[in-house]
């Protein structure tokens, strides 16, 4: 069965940074591309940032460039998403999706329909 379980959210002033991880199992996620996806209140899911299985290629939207990272443990089963500079705006519920392909393909069309979701951790980013 598989299992997408998102920690490492939180309350922080603008400017500070948080670590987001997603532990994965019921499947071994090196082998697939790994997304962050977030909802803000009142907003509809936007892609955050994904990194494919194959070469470790990352995608980020362009508003978070530069401030957010992500990246893989394999041996950990666990993606990992690296938040710094944050801001109010990037309040949201944070989400960890497969789509069950490898090269970020879903990912790069939006795609908030198909795939398995974790439950989301919530990120604020408040002074």
């Known amino acids: 069965q598989v299992q997408l379980v998102e920690s490492g959210g939180g309350l922080v002033q603008p400017g500070g940074s948080l670590r987001l991880s997603c532990a994965a199992s019921?499947?071994?996620?090196?082998?697939?591309?790994i997304s962050w996806f977030r909802q803000a209140p009142g907003k509809e899911r936007e892609g955050v940032s994904c990194i494919t299985s194959t070469d470790g290629t990352t995608y980020y939207a362009d508003s978070v460039k530069g401030r957010f990272t992500i990246s893989r443990d394999n041996a950990k089963n666990t993606v990992f998403l690296q938040m710094n500079s944050l801001k109010p705006e990037d309040t949201a519920v944070y989400y960890c999706?497969?789509?069950?392909?490898?090269?970020?393909?879903?990912?790069?069309?939006?795609?908030?329909?198909?795939?398995?979701w974790g439950q989301g951790t919530q990120v604020t980013v408040s002074s």
């Open positions: 019921g499947f071994t996620s090196e082998y697939y591309a």
């Open positions: 999706v497969l789509h069950g392909d490898t090269e970020c393909y879903y990912y790069r069309k939006g795609e908030t329909d198909l795939g398995s």
